[in-house]
């Protein structure tokens, strides 16, 4: 599976921005999805997970209530809802999937999109 992030951009803070991942192939509907992101000089870190069907879905606390992560399986795409945007979500944005349930560390995703970067301005 090849992902594609995008949708990133400049926003106010306060404002909201959507990025989305679509996915290749036909297999990409029986994938989990997490998003992580990584400002300069920081660790990657999760953001937030949904699994293959769009049932179970898991949030950062950091996120938690600003974000929504959702997917669309006829697209082959996963969407990141971000509303309440501050400062500190400025970040490149990486989507990552895996043949398998949820998980939230990056080593135990194998495949990578290429980044949307994201950033709010004060």
């Known amino acids: 599976v090849q992902l594609q992030a995008s949708g990133g951009g400049l926003v106010q803070a306060g404002g909201s921005l959507r990025v989305s991942c679509t996915g290749s192939g036909r297999t990409f509907s029986s994938y989990s999805v997490g998003w992580f992101r990584q400002a300069p000089g920081k660790e990657r870190e999760w953001v937030a997970a949904i699994s293959w069907s769009g049932g179970i879905t898991y949030y950062a606390d950091s996120v938690k209530g600003r974000f929504t992560i959702s997917r669309d399986n006829s697209k082959n795409t996963v969407y990141l809802q971000m509303n309440s945007l501050n400062p500190e979500d400025t970040a490149v944005y990486y989507c990552?999937?895996?043949?398998?349930?949820?998980?939230?560390?990056?080593?135990?995703?194998?495949?990578w999109g290429q980044g949307t970067l994201v950033t709010v301005s004060s």
């Open positions: 990552a999937a895996r043949p398998s349930t949820i998980a939230t560390m990056p080593v135990e995703y194998r495949n």
